[in-house]
């Protein structure tokens, strides 16, 4: 007995959508695991509680993580009380030498950020999670801050926000 290419063809199709459709749940193609079940977000205001204050981090940073979960996940956005909640504060600025010439003369910054997060899942309380996350981007001595600031804290906010997600949404 031939079996017809095109059979096998769709039958193969078929058994891949019917495998990929009863695993929704472990997995998506955006990256996360959210459970289906989860249907909304919602996303407090960080407050900038550091002991160096930039006016616009605090806006910045709330509204990159919003934007992750919209690019990145199909939740609904509600004012509070979401199955995902988050909220937190910017607890940390600082501008360190990392490294010194042999005149010690720093040739080297790092900015590093802190952000202490609390993220509430309605859904299985045991995704929830309360804690703080650093990142860091290094620049040479020879710029001011106020010359690499804005560059600096956008790739320091790219690194924060997606560990941020991937302690939320990605399970792995």
Same mark, same amino acid.
């Given at each position: 007995?031939?079996?017809?290419?095109?059979?096998?063809?769709?039958?193969?199709?078929?058994?891949?959508?019917?495998?990929?459709?009863?695993?929704?749940?472990?997995?998506?193609?955006?990256?996360?695991?959210?459970?289906?079940?989860?249907?909304?977000?919602?996303?407090?205001?960080?407050?900038?509680?550091?002991?160096?204050?930039?006016?616009?981090?605090?806006?910045?940073?709330?509204?990159?993580?919003? @934007? =992750?979960?919209?690019?990145?996940?199909?939740?609904?956005?509600?004012?509070?009380?979401? +199955?995902? /909640?988050?909220?937190?504060? !910017?607890?940390?600025?600082?501008?360190?030498?990392?490294?010194?010439?042999?005149n010690e003369i720093a040739a080297q910054n790092r900015l590093t950020i802190t952000v202490k997060v609390r993220c509430v899942?309605?859904?299985?309380?045991?995704?929830?999670? @309360? =804690?703080?996350?650093?990142?860091?981007?290094?620049?040479?001595?020879?710029?001011?801050? +106020?010359? /690499?600031?804005?560059?600096? !804290?956008?790739?320091?906010?790219?690194?924060?926000?997606?560990?941020?997600?991937?302690?939320?949404?990605?399970?792995?």
């Amino acid at each position: 007995m031939k079996i017809s290419k095109n059979i096998i063809r769709y039958s193969g199709i078929i058994l891949l959508l019917l495998a990929m459709n009863s695993c929704r749940s472990c997995y998506s193609f955006s990256g996360t695991s959210l459970s289906p079940d989860i249907k909304t977000v919602s996303i407090d205001f960080f407050q900038n509680m550091a002991p160096i204050v930039v006016p616009t981090l605090s806006n910045t940073f709330t509204e990159a993580l919003i @934007d =992750k979960f919209r690019k990145q996940t199909k939740l609904n956005f509600v004012d509070y009380n979401g +199955d995902l /909640a988050f909220s937190g504060e !910017i607890t940390g600025y600082n501008v360190t030498s990392i490294s010194v010439t042999a005149n010690e003369i720093a040739a080297q910054n790092r900015l590093t950020i802190t952000v202490k997060v609390r993220c509430v899942n309605a859904i299985d309380e045991k995704q929830s999670f @309360d =804690k703080s996350f650093s990142a860091y981007a290094d620049f040479d001595s020879s710029q001011s801050l +106020d010359s /690499a600031q804005d560059a600096l !804290i956008q790739e320091i906010l790219k690194t924060l926000i997606e560990n941020i997600f991937n302690e939320a949404a990605a399970n792995w």
